[in-house]
């Protein structure tokens, strides 16, 4: 009799799980209602199927798309996780038209995508750490440097790179980060403060004409760090020139040479890379070390801009440590949103 009851009260509008499912029946059955037996739901649709195949391909080969006109292989591969929200557009088109062989054509850019990014939405952070590091794009332009430089602090990160730093506010940040940060050194735009001692000091040669890139040594409690903090050049999006980043790219080779040569094997870089992991041009740098956000952050953590961030070009790359977590810090006065990450430095992971 109380199964009985059961069944009855899940019948007449319960939430039991016979109800669900039976919900679930009624909506997919509206879904395809008029499908049965209409012979032309695998003939209507075809041009919302040749776009979900297009979509997957260009996903699956980006690669292989040409820099050649207007560096659109980079552009691409810059917002590539975005053409995702292609997929639920397509298949509202595929329900709309009542086309099956357009649901089974979306499949493909779902399948693509989920292989290329699916691993970025699970929480991968880790626990333990021994140096906590962050950096952050300041913007020349920033109406309140002294209020910046403080909220990167309160990140209680032991070592911070900023970029852009312009020479009217450098003895702002100075101020400001005295009180935590014993160490420091600006190198032209590009700056690094550190709890720990600074040594090997100097500028790295990107081949700009003038400095937006260095190098310290840190000497952390588990041990010695090359630190590389970088400004890449900026990239433009235009109509007549297309995706302009011929001097990032020039300098990213610049940069990855340079990592190259390094002497110590537990290497950190921070910096405004304008690109991001996926862009094929920064291959000198990326081909070499591991993004922090891939390897132990939860999601894409992207950057830029900060009012509705879309692309993670602010990045925190590491080689012969171990990445434990990464984040993305509040919006401040700059147009970057910082980002930080916390690595074991005790852990060598060169062998």
């Known amino acids: 009799m109380a199964q009985q009851a059961y069944m009855t009260e899940t019948d007449n509008g319960g939430s039991g799980p016979e109800h669900r499912r039976a919900r679930l029946r009624r909506l997919m059955n509206r879904l395809v209602a008029g499908w049965r037996g209409d012979r032309r739901v695998w003939r209507r649709g075809l041009v919302v199927a040749v776009l979900a195949v297009l979509v997957a391909l260009v996903m699956l080969l980006h690669a292989h798309i040409p820099n050649a006109v207007g560096n659109l292989g980079s552009l691409i591969e810059t917002f590539l996780p975005w053409l995702g929200l292609a997929v639920p557009v397509l298949l509202v088109l595929a329900l709309v038209r009542k086309s099956a062989t ?12 989920l292989n290329l990014f699916g691993g970025l939405l699970s929480d991968k952070a880790g626990g333990g750490g021994d140096l906590t590091v962050a ?20 990140s209680g990160a032991d070592v911070i790179a900023l970029e852009e730093l312009t020479t009217s506010a450098v003895p702002t940040y100075e101020k400001a980060l005295a009180s935590t940060y014993g160490y420091h050194s600006v190198q032209g735009t590009v700056g690094l403060w550190s709890k720990y001692p600074l040594t ?9 004409g003038w400095t937006r890139a260095m190098r310290a040594t840190v000497t952390t409690p588990s ?15 235009k109509l007549e020139a297309g ?8 300098s990213a080779d610049a940069l990855g040479e340079a990592i190259a040569d390094e002497k110590l094997t537990r290497v950190v870089l921070l910096g405004d890379l304008n690109g991001t992991m996926n862009d094929r041009s920064l291959n000198a ?26 692309a993670r070009i602010d990045q925190i790359m590491v080689k012969g440590v171990e990445p434990e977590s990464s984040w993305t810090l ?11 990450a916390r690595v074991s430095v005790s852990v060598d992971t060169s062998s």
């Open 223 to 237: 041990g010695q760090v090359a630190v590389y903090v970088a400004h890449l050049p900026s990239v433009r999006v």
């Open 135 to 154: 950096t952050h794009n300041v913007n020349a332009d920033n109406p309140d440097p002294a209020g910046t430089a403080r909220d990167v602090a309160a």
């Open 200 to 208: 090997g000091v100097r500028p790295v040669d990107i081949k700009l």
């Open 285 to 310: 740098v990326t081909s070499q070390m591991r993004s922090t956000q891939g390897a132990a952050g939860s999601g894409f953590g992207f950057s830029w801009p900060a009012s509705f961030p879309m």
């Open 102 to 113: 357009a649901l089974i054509a979306v499949l493909l850019p779902s399948i693509v995508w």
């Open 243 to 250: 995706f302009t980043a011929r001097q990032r790219d020039k």
């Open 330 to 340: 509040p919006e401040t006065g700059s147009d970057h949103l910082p980002v930080a």
